[in-house]
């Protein structure tokens, strides 16, 4: 079975986390291939070591033109090191996507420790975005862009229909669950999944399951209120009220799922 190859955009700690991840398996695994941490360990033939990493697009300037394993541990990423630096494998050279409505504006509020700051870099065109997938020969494409980057997700998902690429939408900017942009993808035959993605053991996954808890001892479920509280430029970047629309609607989705 071929690799699966993956192109990422937005090389924040979401994608920090994925990249160390892949690399700690690869040297923790057993000789049973029992790997605590994972839900699936093998899923279709396909395990972690098959995932290979062969683009990726940001805007940062401390991340652009900058190898993979750099850019993950460049600001404002404050993801920690779990692994050695040097059991890292370099990855592909980060190059500079459009901006489009990937930024907050509140972001030039702050300093460069927890804001994105943009360099002056020629963005890539979507016809050069559209070739590095193909002649990366990129199976999916993984949306780590900020909560509310409506245009640039759309931008993205443009690019995986012209160059035949999966998506796996991470962020709540409604693609899978548009009936539009579903139709899309169901006509050229690509896969599509998201949006919005439960963390493993995060707080929607967490409040699903207190509320689950709820109904199977007989309670009526009345009201539930889950407060996010973080760290992060992704918290920051959701400070911005319109931003944060779709968020709200997604996390009222997975509890709304289980009314009753």
């Not at 000789?31 to 093998?42: R, T």
């Not at 033109?65 to 050279?93: H, M, Q, W």
Request: proline share 3%; with cysteine; charged share 25%.
């Amino acid at each position: 079975m071929n690799k699966i190859n993956i192109a990422v955009v937005g090389v924040g700690n979401c994608c920090s986390s994925l990249y160390q991840g892949i690399h700690y398996y690869k040297i923790n695994k057993n000789e049973n291939n029992n790997i605590s941490g994972l839900m699936k360990n093998n899923i279709g033939g396909y395990t972690f070591e098959d995932i290979n990493f062969v683009a990726a697009f940001d805007v940062d300037s401390r991340k652009t033109n900058k190898n993979l394993r750099d850019a993950i541990v460049s600001l404002p990423n404050c993801t920690p090191l779990f692994i050695n630096y040097d059991n890292i494998e370099p990855g592909p050279i980060v190059k500079k996507g459009p901006v489009l409505d990937g930024v907050a504006k509140i972001m030039n509020d702050y300093n460069d420790d927890e804001a994105f700051k943009i360099n002056d870099d020629i963005e890539l065109s979507k016809e050069e975005i559209i070739q590095i997938l193909m002649d990366n020969k990129v199976d999916i494409l993984i949306n780590y862009l900020p909560v509310g980057s409506q245009l640039a997700t759309e931008f993205y998902a443009e690019c995986c229909l012209e160059s035949g690429v999966s998506l796996c939408n991470c962020i709540p900017v409604f693609i899978a669950s548009n009936p539009e942009w579903e139709q899309k993808f169901v006509d050229k035959g690509i896969p599509l999944i998201g949006d919005d993605m439960l963390s493993q053991f995060g707080a929607s996954i967490f409040s699903k399951m207190i509320q689950e808890l709820a109904f199977a001892r007989g309670h009526k479920v009345k009201c539930h209120i889950q407060r996010n509280v973080g760290g992060n430029t992704e918290f920051l970047n959701m400070t911005d009220k319109e931003r944060v629309i779709s968020k709200k609607i997604s996390k009222e989705n997975v509890i709304n799922s289980q009314n009753r």
